[in-house]
């Protein structure tokens, strides 16, 4: 038999019999009507009814769709201050005030699809088209640990030539790298993958080879307009894209990362359809809800007309909104700020809670081993809004009292899936990801960082460990003499020790 062809590839993509196992008397679990109608009868919540809504999420549990419907209908400028420090105080509950870094690594940018905001579509005849090489992918990777990075999510776009096979050879490549520092030797020590949905199978192989997280966003959850987006490709089936989390998780993949495009519909809607699908995780899998969730806004992006005359365009203050709300709504879990926004703002929403954000950004192929403009529009996917530098992120983290972590401690620890939520939910986690974080801290600044970032990370250096010294959780446990053994091997020159 000949070689399929493209088209056939794509045809051949959705497995319907993985789509209805998961189905509900024939329905899946975004209920259109229910979403409406939370958002409609919690109109006008009063300041008490909020004020209890807040303590709830401050004892780290999950809101419900109305108590979540009521947060966003907030109107009072009070309230939302009041909402947003205890966004902030549910984040250090949980993972105190350490912000993990990371770098996206742009495989591939063929695509069976058509959507229309995006720069990678099928259609759009201006973009440059690339398949990196494992070698290639291999140089890139390099080039992100010389920067001082521990930690990528892998991008790939939906063709035949970048298909689970390549996915996992590319994994391999990556964690093959080895680089001299100025004191130790630098590696990626977690490769987490933003995909298209896979087949039970095809998760299998990235399990196998050893993947970190498995991100992938539903883009937006009403139909009609999920529809109208996606006309054509194996993305164009709503129901294959909704339950990708389902099938990687029965493959093995125990952390998942959720997300929304924002801007393609209502925010306040998709933010209830982010609400929604951690419920159903949380359902289907034994209290596992999201590791992460992403809230993106629409970009420009080249020859996709529709990313710059959406409808639906989130304003700043309605960003930070939606942020806030889904700290408190969904509070054990992970939340991502990227590089589409712009420094300030960015700024201003990891104050809201976030605990992830990237870092010396570069979105095309390529982008990190050669000579690149950040901003060519042909070689990516979209417009990025701050293009610093790793130093420079990590020095204003430093100024705002917030440690860059480069830790991956929790993944190699066995803290993944139904063993860390409980660690989340009650505060537990987040004291190893203070520990780690300072050693990783503690790797990152000998071995990368200017001498103005060095002078002010040691400062937040020495004021982290006086915390972790009079804390009592550490006092009454060995972790602590284990952590100093630790933190003066890692000062001498050894690396990747994790507790």
Same mark, same amino acid.
């Given at each position: ?24 008397? %024939?329905?899946?679990?975004?209920? *259109? ?70 770098? =996206? ?42 920067? #001082? ?34 004191? %130790? ?48 490709? =194996? ?55 999201? *590791? ?60 809201? #809670? ?59 620890? %066995?803290?993944? #899936? ?59 446990? =060995? ?13 001498? %020159? ?6």
């Amino acid at each position: 038999m000949g070689k399929m062809s493209v088209k056939d590839w794509a045809d051949n993509v959705v497995k319907e019999e993985e789509i209805d196992r998961y189905l509900e008397n %024939g329905k899946d679990f975004i209920d *259109h009507d229910a979403i409406e109608r939370h958002l409609d009868n919690n109109k006008k919540p009063d300041k008490i009814k909020v004020r209890d809504i807040i303590q709830k999420s401050l004892s780290i549990e999950r809101l419900d769709p109305d108590e979540t419907a009521a947060l966003l209908h907030v109107e009072d400028p009070e309230l939302w201050q009041e909402m947003a420090a205890a966004g902030l105080e549910v984040k250090r509950k949980v993972y105190d005030n350490r912000i993990v870094i990371f770098a =996206p690594l742009y495989c591939s940018n063929l695509c069976v699809n058509n959507c229309l905001y995006c720069g990678f579509r099928k259609d759009n005849t201006h973009e440059i088209r690339r398949v990196l090489t494992p070698d290639e992918v291999r140089m890139e990777a390099e080039s992100l640990v010389k920067m #001082g990075h521990k930690r990528l999510i892998v991008v790939y776009g939906e063709h035949p030539s970048s298909d689970a096979d390549y996915m996992a050879e590319t994994i391999k490549a990556i964690y093959e790298v080895r680089e001299k520092t100025r004191k %130790g030797t630098g590696t990626i020590r977690r490769v987490n993958i933003n995909a298209a949905p896979l087949s039970v199978d095809d998760f299998k192989k990235l399990w196998k080879a050893g993947i970190g997280t498995y991100q992938v966003f539903q883009e937006t959850y009403h139909r009609p307009t999920y529809k109208k987006m996606h006309p054509v490709g =194996p993305k164009s089936d709503y129901r294959w894209r909704l339950y990708t989390h389902h099938r990687a998780m029965e493959a093995g993949i125990d952390d998942v990362a959720i997300g929304a495009l924002f801007g393609l519909y209502h925010w306040r809607y998709d933010v209830m359809g982010l609400l929604y699908h951690a419920m159903e995780l949380e359902k289907r899998f034994d209290g596992v809800g999201p *590791h992460t969730v992403s809230f993106p806004r629409l970009m420009p992006a080249d020859n996709a007309p529709y990313s710059e005359h959406t409808d639906h365009l989130v304003s700043d203050e309605e960003f930070k909104k939606l942020v806030t709300v889904l700290r408190l709504s969904i509070p054990y879990t992970g939340m991502i700020v990227t590089a589409r926004e712009k420094p300030d703002l960015r700024k201003e929403v990891i104050k809201l #809670g976030c605990t992830q954000t990237d870092a010396s950004t570069r979105i095309g192929l390529g982008a990190y081993s050669e000579q690149y403009d950040r901003q060519d529009k042909e070689r990516q996917q979209f417009v990025l809004g701050d293009t610093r530098e790793l130093d420079d992120v990590v020095r204003e983290l430093a100024q705002m009292g917030m440690i860059s972590s480069f830790c991956t401690a929790g993944y190699r620890c %066995g803290r993944t #899936g139904d063993k860390i939520m409980g660690l989340l939910k009650c505060g537990t986690e987040g004291k190893f990801c203070k520990l780690n974080a300072v050693l990783t801290f503690r790797e990152w600044l000998d071995d990368f960082s200017s001498p103005e970032t060095q002078k002010i990370g040691e400062e937040l250096i020495r004021k982290e460990i006086g915390e972790i010294r009079k804390d009592a959780f550490f006092r009454n446990n =060995p972790l602590l003499k284990e952590f100093e053994e630790y933190y003066q091997r890692v000062s001498e %020159g050894e690396r990747d020790l994790f507790l």
